[in-house]
Structure formats: structure tokens, C-alpha cells
């Protein structure tokens, strides 16, 4: 199981190979789509990446929920546990 300090970075590793964000950019109180100009689609994706990363299970009616990069690592966290 991943701390929530390795989960942030590899969510913001994921972003960064997505959206080309520096990792740096990527912190917990930032929101997906108002800071880091996130899109549905580019979303989507990191999810995917996330999940397969994390060996989680995010449903989709889940995903809306994340709207802060802290909500998505409170999630995968509890995922995992």
C-alpha cells in the first residue's frame, strides 16, 4: 500500500506525462480543472493511469467526485486499503 505522500507524486507523474504540467504543480489543494486546466478527456486518462499505477478501481460516477488532486489521493488511498 502506497502513503499518501508516494500517491501525490505518482498521480503528479501521471499528470506530467499527460498534460506536460511540471510535477511541481501537481499539489493537493489544486483543482483538477479550475488550476491545472484539466479536461474531461486528459481526466479520463490520468484515472486509467492512476488506476492501473495504484491497482485500484476508480468508477466512473466516482471520477466527478475528484475534483482536488487531494480528493484523488484520499480515494486511492482508501481504495487501497
Same mark, same amino acid.
Given at each position: 500500500m502506497a502513503s499518501e505522500q508516494e500517491i501525490l507524486s505518482g498521480?503528479? =507523474?501521471i $499528470?506530467? =506525462?499527460e498534460t506536460g504540467l511540471p510535477t511541481?504543480? $501537481?499539489q493537493s489543494d489544486k483543482s483538477f480543472t479550475e488550476d491545472l486546466d484539466i479536461d474531461s478527456l486528459s481526466m479520463m486518462t490520468i484515472v486509467v493511469n492512476a488506476e492501473e499505477r495504484f491497482t485500484v478501481r476508480i468508477? /466512473? =460516477? /466516482? $471520477?466527478k467526485n475528484l475534483r482536488t488532486v487531494g480528493d484523488a489521493v484520499a480515494y486511492i488511498s482508501q481504495?487501497?486499503?
Open positions: 498521480l503528479a =507523474e $499528470v506530467n =506525462e511541481d504543480s $501537481v468508477p /466512473d =460516477e /466516482d $471520477v481504495a487501497q486499503g
